[in-house]
């Protein structure tokens, strides 16, 4: 089992180019997240999907879209990248009735 | 406005030696309080975790003390080892969002051999 896999691992944007950041899952678990990872910050949320076809915003969802058409995949967008969204992100999992989230490997996304 | 406050940022500590991360949060509705392990180029791996309804939590060399009318927990690692060194992340989340995580700001633990 790969668990939660992330691609790409590294990308640079220039402002104002869009892109979507992959996250897939083979634990069959119900919620996902994604966070964003910045120095002196600790992790915070952007947005999260408790199933197929719900989401919701987190701390910082301002510059991302999200969509969850499966179990398996949950992808961020960002519609018009900006500097400000350098950053490393990470996307995870947690089984609905269970406290632990397990993260996947990060993205680290440059935008210049 | 950062509701859980993580200190110290970065910390030494003698191969053998007990190592301290403090964490403080302000929200009382906050019953969940997870210890994230993280090496470089990884993603976080949960560690240890806490509910308010004990005072301490013990797992092999980590430890976990929680003191609910402080609003305050901190982790404990008993003979650090060089395998040790690594950030870690307090966080707190509310009963039924528990997929909601907050995180402190997160401690980089250096375990000189």
């Known amino acids: 089992n790969a668990g939660v896999t992330q691609t790409p691992k590294f990308q640079v944007l220039k402002t104002g180019q869009s892109m979507t950041l992959q996250c897939a899952q083979d634990?069959?678990?119900?919620?996902m997240s994604w966070y964003r990872q910045d120095p002196g910050m600790g992790l915070r949320l952007i947005h999260y999907s408790v199933g197929a076809g719900i989401t919701d915003q987190g701390e910082v969802p301002n510059g991302y879209n999200v969509s969850r058409s499966t179990t398996e995949d949950f992808p961020l967008r960002l519609l018009s990248a900006a500097p400000s969204q350098t950053s490393v992100y990470f996307c995870?999992?947690?089984?609905?009735?269970?406290?632990?989230?397990?993260f996947g490997p990060g993205t680290r996304l440059t935008v210049l | 406005q950062q509701q859980v406050k993580q200190s110290p940022q970065s910390l030494i500590v003698q191969k053998g030696g007990i190592s301290i991360i403090n964490c403080a949060y302000e929200?009382?509705?906050?019953?969940?309080f997870p210890w994230y392990q993280q090496f470089p180029g990884k993603g976080p791996a949960l560690l240890i975790a806490?509910?308010?309804?004990?005072s301490e939590k013990k797992e092999g060399r980590f430890t976990i003390s929680f003191n609910k009318s402080a609003k305050q927990f901190s982790l404990h690692i008993m003979d650090s080892q060089p395998g040790d060194s690594a950030t870690y992340f307090c966080?707190?989340?509310?009963?039924?969002?528990?997929?909601?995580?907050?995180f402190g700001q997160g401690t980089e633990l250096s375990v000189k051999p």
């Open positions: 806490i509910r308010p309804d004990v």
């Open positions: 966080a707190a989340s509310k009963g039924n969002q528990g997929g909601k995580l907050i």
């Open positions: 634990m069959n678990h119900e919620y």
């Open positions: 995870a999992v947690r089984r609905t009735g269970w406290d632990e989230q397990f």
């Open positions: 929200n009382t509705a906050f019953d969940y």
